[in-house]
């Protein structure tokens, strides 16, 4: 009976907190003030924040923010991890069957990558939401025949029989279809919702880790192609090579949705509890 009576006293205490105030001596702090302190630690704080992280399956990657109160804004910068793109790349041939043999093409050609994040979070002590705008970049490098073949087999007889003609025309360009190494690059554009929870470790309270999931939408999709510097064969790879490569990159690419579940270590510097 006791406990029961206490429970409903501290209820009663918490939301008519007159009750409480007639209640305790003078001498004696209320439990709305009790209530009060606590409440004031758990806001969320002020100051500069960095990071370090994954965010699976894309990137490993660094950042630093900016919390206010329940707000933070924050900007990433990483790295595209092979393991992760090889990931990525399964969960499109999945979704489009039909392309498998590009997809992994692109896998086997892939050269490196990067990831620019931009975010705003919303903070409901311990969760947060967020919206993410993240600019990817993704870079393969191959010859311009294998490229054809791998990406465009239908257009590949058609480009190599064009190929053949320009060397007899030009001897001093010798095999350069076989040979000149082309870099064609993605530049996917995504735009990201996320729910996510943060941890503090440690006493001091600037230590903390940090987990959410997103889903990415891609908003816009461009590619280019840049080539070894010989002046001779630049126009022919102009005109024949690098439009059908960019077309079939862009639409491998434009359907690149992917869910993501990001780990990271989070310091901050300064913190001040906001009251």
């Known amino acids: 009976m006791y406990p029961s009576l206490m429970g409903w006293a501290v209820a009663a205490c918490l939301l008519f907190p007159w009750i409480g105030l007639q209640a305790q001596p003078p001498s004696q702090p209320t439990v709305l003030a009790v209530y009060g302190r606590f409440k004031r630690t758990e806001q969320p704080s002020s100051g500069l924040e960095l990071l370090a992280g994954t965010q699976f399956p894309i990137q490993n990657r660094l950042g630093m923010g ?49 990831v620019w994040e931009w975010g705003f979070r919303y903070r409901f002590n311990p969760l947060y939401v967020g919206i993410f705008l993240q600019s990817q970049k993704f870079a393969i490098a191959a010859t311009p025949q294998a490229l054809i073949e791998n990406l465009a087999p239908e257009k590949a007889a058609d480009i190599q029989r064009r190929a053949d003609n320009f060397s007899r025309r030009v001897p001093a360009v010798g095999n350069f279809y076989e040979s000149t190494g082309i870099r064609p690059t993605v530049y ?36 280019r192609v840049t080539s070894d510097k010989r002046s001779l064969v630049t126009n022919f790879l102009l005109e024949n090579v690098n439009p059908v490569v960019e077309k079939v990159l862009q639409q491998r690419f434009k359907h690149f949705n992917v869910p993501l579940l990001s780990v990271a270590l989070v310091y901050r510097l300064q913190p001040v509890h906001t009251r």
């Open 66 to 114: 900016w919390t206010h109160g329940r707000i933070s804004l924050y900007t990433t910068y990483g790295l595209l991890s092979r393991a992760y793109v090889n990931i990525a790349l399964n969960i499109q041939k999945r979704r489009q069957p039909d392309q498998t043999a590009n997809y992994n093409f692109i896998r086997s050609a892939f050269e490196q990558g990067r």
């Open 188 to 223: 996917p554009t995504q735009l990201a919702f996320a729910l996510g929870r943060h941890w503090h470790l440690g006493k001091s309270r600037q230590l903390g880790l940090g987990a959410e999931v997103a889903y990415s939408l891609n908003l816009y999709t461009a590619s």
